[in-house]
């Protein structure tokens, strides 16, 4: 009977709109169990694996329908107000599709409950996938002229070319493929957030001291130097916990990178609304109200990596007069992961981890322990992340 009743109750928790509270559904260790199947490898481009959102807020849980999540995205994200800026941190494990199928997701969703509010704003994304110094290429590729066979004059492949994909990230890039595509065919601005592989080289090898003491690398570093006092570094310690025999150095420097990571990407961020006010085609409409940052899950769960940054620099840029049509709402965090079903109750997080954890069922052909590839067309040729 007790079987029966729990898939009754996951059957209503993703075929509904039905709000669950934590003090029922999920009294006593019960959880919900998703009767999502895997997409068909022909689908999986466009499919997101559902799943079940949870409001660490409110300890309230909901299917992760579109209709849910654009119910959150208007009142807890957006607000009452009709003008508004801010962030919105979605997180990702590098070589999970369905984490980057979320963001997509999210991205789409956030999107159009800004501009039913005002047609004039603009979402931008940043992403950690690319570095600051690559904002030429990006956004060349998102104003690419389309030829009438439907090529366009600067490609995905001509993307990775230019920043040197293998190299200064590795991971599969037909992972962010569908996020790149909606960029250009909604001209989207895709921002670079992160340093250049010498700049974190030096800090691997000497600590944050020596890069800032060099003058060669002045010019690329965070304004304001290198903040750990948000978190504490014992707190980051534990968040970074196995990255230290990983990287063959020891803690206290994995520190160090981590938070320098950390501030150069919120910098990124805060240039960013500080530089593109106005869109270069349509000098009268207001561009980048919001900004949807996606990075991997430790620079954004317990909010002491980015959130907490971006959320002091991006306040301190758009502290002005030109900005007060538009109420700041911070910087808010969805953290998809990816496990086996049901989730037991005694593991949901709390504030400190994030606003949002949108749970979605592992697919078969997921392995957590290796580095997974993403589904590419027939044509594509195969890519081994470094």
């Known amino acids: 009977m007790r079987a029966a009743l729990l898939q009754l109750a996951a059957c209503l928790a993703l075929a509904s709109s039905l709000t669950f509270s934590r003090r029922n559904i999920f009294k006593g260790g019960v959880a919900l169990a998703s009767t ?30 579109p209709e849910m999540l654009t119910k959150l995205v208007d009142t807890a994200v957006l607000g009452p107000i009709r003008k508004t800026r801010g962030v919105l941190c979605v997180a990702e494990r590098h070589d999970s599709f369905d984490h980057h199928l979320a963001q997509l997701r999210s991205i789409k969703t956030l999107t159009a409950a800004v501009k039913r509010r005002d047609e004039s704003a603009r979402v931008a994304v940043g992403l950690e996938a690319f570095q600051r110094t690559h904002q030429v290429w990006l956004d060349r590729f998102v104003n690419a002229k389309a030829a009438a066979d439907g090529s366009y004059d600067f ?41 250049p592989p010498e700049l974190l080289a030096l800090v691997e090898q000497k600590g944050v001291e020596a890069v800032y003491g060099d003058p060669v690398c002045s010019k690329f570093l965070p304004e304001g130097g290198v903040d750990d006092a948000l ?14 025999a990983k990287k063959g150095c020891d803690e206290a420097r994995v520190v160090d990178i981590q938070n320098f990571r950390d501030e150069y990407m919120s910098e990124s961020v805060a240039m960013h609304y500080e530089t593109f006010q106005r869109d270069p085609v349509d000098r009268d409409a207001q561009r980048d109200g919001w900004l949807v940052v996606l990075a991997g899950s430790r620079h954004v769960a317990h909010r002491d990596g980015m959130p907490h940054r971006i959320a002091r620099r991006v306040a301190a840029k758009t502290n002005d007069y030109s900005r007060s ?35 979605m069922p592992r697919r078969p052909d ?3 322990k290796i580095v997974n590839n993403a589904p590419r067309p027939p044509a594509a040729p195969a890519h081994r992340p470094s």
Do not use: Q
């Open 231 to 244: 978190g504490g570094a014992a707190r980051r310690k534990r968040t970074l916990d196995g990255m230290a």
């Open 325 to 359: 049509d538009a109420v700041y709402r911070g910087v808010h965090t969805i953290i998809p992961e990816v496990l086996d079903f049901p989730v037991e109750a005694r593991k949901f997080p709390s504030t400190d981890y994030g606003d949002y954890v949108w749970y």
């Open 366 to 368: 997921f392995d957590p």
């Open 36 to 65: 999502t199947l895997a997409p068909e490898p022909s689908a999986a481009a466009s499919t997101v694996n559902a799943g079940v959102l949870y409001d660490t807020h409110s300890g309230m849980s909901m299917p992760a329908s």
């Open 155 to 195: 490609d995905f492949e001509d993307l990775l070319k230019a920043v040197s994909w293998d190299t200064t990230w590795g991971y599969d890039p037909y992972h962010y493929l569908p996020i790149l595509d909606h960029a250009r065919k909604t001209r989207t601005r895709l921002v670079g957030l992160s340093p």
